[in-house]
């Protein structure tokens, strides 16, 4: 117990019950994290290992997955190597490593025992600081490194701390990587402390913003010219809202100081003024208020989540979800400006995509929800190569660009979309839409009993792709529709005749079935979950 909280997870309760009155206990929470020292079940999800600060995501546990990585390196591991893209630990080494963080409690204390143990194994470092994500991805290729390792949980609460690992491709590892660091992560964490070392003896700091403007300039998706000139010589105004982020002032050194741009929530604040630091409706009211209140003629919002690699948009008229903005980013790259390829989105993302590309003849190609699914598609030498990559969880990249989904590229890309079509993002949509069909896609789901969780809810929920073939005849509200289409790479997803579908597939990490759906009618949506939520208590024996 310290000064009287049983655990961390009792003083973080009580830190975020009132972030003004509360936040002193934060040095509580820095005591929990030093001194704490029980283990944890090591778990790369489909952005890296996550956990509570001061409860599991500890100094001693940060040590300790940081331990494995090395010992995974020295295991020479051909299958390892081959997915980390490098020869062996002797290139690792001499590559080096870049680390960094976000602007999490703790950050750079965290970042500093990653540093000393990778040096103490004599591989080169870089020390990024606060850095996003996409800068980290973009680095590793302007530097050549071997790999990184970002300290970030990405959009989860205030009180949670990550760590991301991006071998040389720059994109997020993939299971050949993730597996092998848990096992020797798990297995490491029940055989012995990992100690803390002495303070290297020269930390070489690295300026990731400044790489990631050279990159972008060399891939030239984006336009920074026309860019800076749509805001210096059109009526616009344009609001980013950093939620207390590492995104903050990118924007600014990418395309320079202009008082059409607003920043909102760019000051330090750990506790992210006590919201949830996702891209979310709810979160969008101050920049939404802020367009609404401008005469401008161009008006753009855009919020973005801590380490940004998640966006949503917004103009004075509507917010635009990912499930749209993916769609409008693959006709405007294909259309406006040439970019041949494939269309690339998760499974569970709006088919508005589908029509577009149907429509224009461009390949399409679905994959498993995890933005690392995209990989194959965004190497420079693929040959089924993106235009666009996206998923609904507000993840965008696009064409020459990072493996990783990137906050700032769709913030880019938007402006550059106003610039070009010369309309706000919601005309731009409308056009889109009457030209090739309206679709209302939406997500929900139901929680399960915590037995079902696992293996058997994958076997029980699989009876559905097996009773609804193609052909199949299903009544939704009383209108009968057929299923044209059976789509399984991710549970399984059930596209009708008229469009609308409905997919349903476990949580890969609670007791939880999520239905993603999408109608044709903003009325109809209600119909469709109605469905898929009768499907999946049939198949759980619920009814």
């Keep these: 117990m310290i000064h009287g909280f049983e655990n961390a997870a009792a003083c973080w309760k009580a830190i975020l019950s009132d972030v003004s009155a509360n936040r002193g206990l934060l040095s509580i929470i820095e005591k929990f994290a030093r001194e704490n020292n029980a283990p944890t079940r090591v778990v790369f999800g489909t952005s890296g290992w996550r956990g509570e600060i001061g409860t599991d995501y500890t100094f001693n546990n940060v040590r300790v997955v940081t331990s494995a990585i090395i010992s995974m390196f020295r295991e020479n591991s051909p299958s390892v190597m081959g997915a980390m893209g490098v020869s062996g630990f002797e290139e690792i080494k001499q590559r080096g490593v870049i680390v960094g963080h976000d602007n999490r409690f703790l950050g750079p204390a965290f970042a500093g025992e990653v540093i000393r143990l990778l040096q103490r194994d004599g591989i080169k470092t870089w020390y990024a600081g606060e850095a996003a994500t996409p800068e980290f991805s973009a680095g590793i290729e302007m530097l050549n490194a071997a790999c990184s390792i970002n300290l970030t949980p990405s959009h989860n609460p205030a009180n949670y701390g990550g760590f991301k690992f991006n071998p040389s491709d720059g994109g997020p590892a993939g299971p050949e990587i993730t597996t092998k660091i848990e096992e020797i992560a798990n297995r490491m964490m029940g055989e012995s402390l990992v100690p803390g070392t002495a303070e290297p003896d020269n930390v070489e700091k690295i300026d990731l913003t400044d790489l990631y403007v050279k990159y972008i300039a060399e891939r030239k998706t984006l336009d920074i010219q026309k860019i800076r000139g749509f805001i210096e010589r059109e009526d616009c105004v344009i609001c980013i809202d950093n939620v207390h982020g590492a995104t903050r002032g990118r924007i ?143 993840g965008i990249s696009g064409f020459n660009h990072t493996l990783e989904k990137d906050a700032l590229f769709g913030i880019l890309i938007a402006i550059e979309m106003m610039a070009v079509t010369g309309k706000n993002l919601s005309d731009y949509l409308k056009d889109i839409m009457s030209e090739f069909g309206h679709y209302y896609p939406d997500r929900s789901g139901i929680e399960v009993e915590r037995a079902l969780a696992g293996e058997i809810l994958i076997n029980k929920l699989s009876s559905i792709r097996e009773k609804y073939k193609e052909g199949s005849v299903i009544e939704v509200n009383g209108d009968r529709r057929t299923v044209r289409d059976v789509i399984t790479v991710d549970g399984t997803k059930l596209v009708f005749d008229d469009g609308s579908w409905l997919m349903i597939r476990p949580s890969g990490t609670e007791p939880k079935v999520r239905f993603y759906i999408e109608a044709r009618t903003e009325e109809g949506k209600r119909a469709v979950f109605e469905t898929a939520e009768k499907m999946t208590r049939e198949a759980l024996g619920l009814c």
Excluded at 301 to 328: C, E, K, T
Excluded at 347 to 375: C, H, M, Q, Y
């Design 252 to 394: 600014e050194r990418i395309i320079g100081k202009n008082h059409k741009i607003k920043y909102l929530r760019t000051e330090d604040d750990y506790l992210f003024g006590g919201v949830a630091p996702e891209p979310s409706d709810s979160n969008m009211k101050g920049l939404r208020n802020i367009l609404k209140e401008s005469k401008a003629a161009f008006k753009l919002g855009v919020i973005l989540d801590p380490d940004g690699d998640r966006i949503r948009h917004a103009d004075d008229s509507m917010i635009i979800p990912m499930n749209y903005f993916g769609a409008m980013a693959l006709h405007f790259l294909h259309v406006h400006k040439g970019i041949s390829g494939m269309a690339v989105k998760s499974v569970g993302t709006s088919n508005l995509v589908n029509a577009i590309a149907k429509k224009l003849d461009i390949p399409i190609r679905e994959t498993r929800v995890g933005f690392k699914n995209f990989r194959p598609y965004m190497l420079r030498n693929s040959q089924e190569r993106a235009i666009v990559c996206f998923e609904e969880s507000d």
